[in-house]
């Protein structure tokens, strides 16, 4: 292939400059011009100098995504819908077809946090103190009518290290039989695991040992934790207390003034806690446009990026008890607008230059949990999955520094790292090899495509209401378009062969885990356990048997009914330490036995 970054001869830059930014009249035929003396003159490479993603084009999407007016993109709201017809309008404008049979848009349903069943009301109410202000959060269980009455119990923040029995060492059996009223704040010890942390955790450590509801108090933030995200059933009530409420239920347990009760403090009276709850599902939409090659290839170049954010705020917001617009100006306005953008230059150019059709995927609900692309492959027909060469995500590129980008997935097929190397221009790029990420391509990479995933890195206004419009690069997006197309422009001209490579690596110690497992969860996958959309190769859980599709039901003598109930198991685990797990697989019991591995250190 000609080295993608050649400088135009003039004439050349003259023909690119009359094709510019919008299709050809024709775009189907590369023009052939006769000379005036009718000789043939020489064909137009329309790859040459082709337009490329125009920053003016990037701005005006991101002014829009990123406005207030877009109250941060929650999934299943009226600013999501305004998002949806916002970019298929674009991807009309640029000449796209719809890709979901004759429909820009794909609807699917998430679960959104907790609503009170219809009519019915939740309470809180204490012998003494009588009603107090709550909050429902989306996990703990639907009392239906029977709310549940027993004596509160003071467990301080509640967390069971495995190896230290952590507060319930001072409180014994005493939690048996009561609800546990659970200090919400966070220990700041950095070296305890995150998973042991969670709010979902303690609860669940305080009902293996016999508490019958729980109250999650936190005496510094009015809202404890975002009613927002995936509804998870952990068998025993819980309800949230805010700053303006915690004194009185720190009152009932005995505590003077702003005091903390003491560890195991009981009240003399019983209290009642009535949640009757349901899930709440929201109708949200993946969109999705074509821009139609000349087939020859018969195959399809993915493009991706998600439309979703978190609204006022949800449990990932890294700016806890904060009730603002989350704009996510960076996350991932900046992607979707560069996705735009490329669709617009790419459409400029004639069919005949696009042995590949390009699809466009603006995703919903990545935020929580990739849930938006997980149900676009999963959707997918055999046959649109054997087409797809190959998907490029665009996730946070709004604030390049250094002129550095991070793509990661590099190692996910053999032309990429050579490909890069000619597509980067005036930038560098940070390669990883992983196709796994806490982004969309790892939908598709589960799915055996090879990705790419276009990233300028984490900064401090990540999932906050701070990550704001006038913090973005512009220029840097576009320049990261502009690699994107030049990736894409080599593909198609050379056509090579985008083997896919299953990257093995060992899973990284980030999250927090003391031990790594390999395991791949479902996070749209709604079942009784946890199922698996697959393994990592190499790892312990492909080593023990397990697969994709398995649903885990007990791991390491827990039964496993949801996320949560995983997560907190997870804390109990030792590496090198033979666990029993038990899988239901095609509706058969299969029990194994797993060996955790030691997270690699990076
Ligand atoms: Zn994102």
Known sequence: MRPLRRTPSRLLLAAALLFACRPSPDATETPTKTAENGAQAPAVDPWAAPAEPALATIQAHLAFLADDAQEGRPPGTEADVRVQEHVIAAMEAAGLEPAFGGSFRQPLE?????????????????????????????????????????????????????????????????????IAVILATSPDDPHMRPSLKRPQSRVIAARDRGAVAAILVDPELEVPYPNHGAYSDLQIPVISVGKSAAQAI?????????????LGARSRGAA????????????????GGILRGDGSTGKRIVVGAHMDHLGHGTSSSLAPGVDA??????????????????????ATLPASARPYDVVFYAFAAEEMGLLGSKHLVDALADDEREVMAAMLNFDMVGRLRDDTVIVAGTGTSTPWKDLLERSRGAL??????????????????????????????????????????????????????????????????????????????????RG??????????????????????????????????????????????????????????????????EIDVVVMRKNERVELKMTPAQPSRR
């Open 428 to 509: 560098t790029i940070k390669a990883s090899d992983d196709g796994y990420g806490a982004s969309d391509q790892t939908s598709f990479y589960e799915a055996g495509v090879p990705v790419l995933h276009f990233f300028t890195g984490p900064h401090d206004d990540y999932h906050k209401p701070s990550d704001d419009l006038d913090k973005i690069n512009l220029e840097g997006a576009a320049a990261i378009g502009a690699v994107a197309q030049r990736v894409i422009a080599g593909i198609m001209q050379d056509r090579p062969e985008l083997d896919y490579i299953k990257v093995e690596r060992k899973a990284s110690s």
């Open 272 to 287: 009642s806690i009535a949640t009757p709850i349901e899930p709440i599902r929201l109708a949200t939409a993946n969109i």
């Open 250 to 262: 720190f009152a009932e347990l005995g505590a003077r003034g702003d005091k903390l009760p003491k």
């Open 110 to 178: 998430v679960i959104d946090g907790v609503r009170l069943r219809g009519g019915k009301a939740s309470a809180l109410t204490l012998a003494k103190g009588g009603a107090v202000d709550h909050r429902l959060v989306p996990f703990g269980h639907d009392t239906a009518d029977a709310p549940v009455e027993a004596r509160l119990v003071y467990v301080g923040q509640g967390i069971a290290d495995p190896s230290t029995e952590g507060d319930y060492k001072t409180i014994g059996k005493k939690v048996d039989g009561a």
């Open 325 to 346: 617009i989350h704009n996510g100006a960076d996350d991932n306005a900046s992607g979707v607008a560069t996705l735009l953008a490329l669709a617009e230059s790419l």
């Open 512 to 577: 927090g885990f003391r031990v790594s497992l390999g395991t791949i969860p479902d996070y749209a996958a709604q079942v009784d356990g946890v199922k698996l959309t697959g393994v990592r190769p190499g790892g312990p859980a492909e080593k023990a048997g397990l697969k994709a599709d398995d649903v885990i039901v007990a791991l390491g003598g827990r039964e496993i009914h949801n996320l949560d109930d995983y997560m907190a198991a997870f804390g109990s685990l030792k590496p090198d330490v």
